[in-house]
DNA sequence: TACTAATGCAACCGCAAAAGTTACAGATGA
DNA sequence: TCATCTGTAACTTTTGCGGTTGCATTAGTA
């Protein structure tokens, strides 16, 4: 696969499953469709299964489908349940040599976090639906 | 240093060079208050250089200054000449086996596409001298 | 002219994150 | 009882990126 793959292998797989909701698929399914292995799937959607969005179904016939109406998932339900963050900084205390112009560094990272929280606020704004739909 | 240190680098350079715009600052002093090196430093800064936002003189007493008064500098503007991709797919072709759903697998990229310049907007609207202000 | 100090750039190293892979335990329907 | 699927852990492989070294080039300065 490529860089930024699993919010892509996400919002792929739920935008599949958005076109009958109620049918089961496997997470080898999903990976001969999306081009990756079993693993990997079951590793991303175990995180969208963990914020509510998939229910996973084990044993025999078991799989993968929606946990709730494809209008009611939002791109930022899936940007969440990730848990990645893309703009602000993945902060690590990263102390500066910037001791005197210490309020300039929490400045700049507030700015950044501004800049996330408007992203999600974005992502929020569609639905897996509405990716589908047209 | 961290992830997305790229941008980070260059947002904390670029805030303090905003005040005292008229000053030189060498790579190496920078390097120094960002608690990396010197040709990492270069390797960024040469970016916003292409892009216009600094110039760098060489030789002795050489060193890097904003080419543009902070106001006129946005975040967008640095973003952009950093040529990275946070939300779309840095795309690489990517076939998917999606054949039969070809329209779906464009119509996600799309929609990434969208958000990445949603996002891009929105730095737009923040510029250097506003980050430092206040 | 010689010396010093800076950028620009290419080539490489090493690390860490992420994908990919293998293996297996547990669950569940046939 | 068997086949099939999830859940997870452990391991390997790939890769992006910061770090490092080296050196050509440029430009002040003595
Ligand atoms: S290191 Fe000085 S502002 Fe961030
Ligand atoms: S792979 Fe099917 S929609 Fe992208």
New interface residues.
């Given amino acids: 696969?490529?860089?930024?793959s699993r919010?892509?292998l996400a919002?792929?797989t739920l935008?599949?499953m958005a076109?009958g909701p109620d049918r089961l698929r496997t997470s080898s399914d999903i990976a001969?469709?999306?081009?990756t292995n079993p693993v990997v799937v079951r590793r991303v959607l175990g995180k969208l299964r963990k914020a509510g969005l998939l229910i996973s179904e084990k044993g025999h016939a078991g799989g993968w489908r929606l946990a709730r109406q494809p209008q009611d998932i939002t791109?930022a339900d899936v940007y969440l349940a990730l848990d990645e963050r893309?703009?602000?900084?993945?902060e690590?205390s990263?102390a500066?040599?910037?001791s005197v112009?210490h309020a300039?560094?929490k400045?700049?990272s507030s700015?950044?976090e501004e800049?996330e929280e408007?992203?999600v606020q974005?992502?929020g704004e569609?639905s897996i639906a509405e990716?589908?739909g047209?």
């Fill in positions: 696969m490529k860089r930024n919010l892509s919002l792929h935008s599949h076109g001969d469709h999306a081009g791109l893309m703009v602000a900084t993945q690590k990263e500066p040599a910037c112009e300039l560094h400045r700049v700015v950044l800049i408007n992203l974005r992502l569609t990716v589908r047209a």
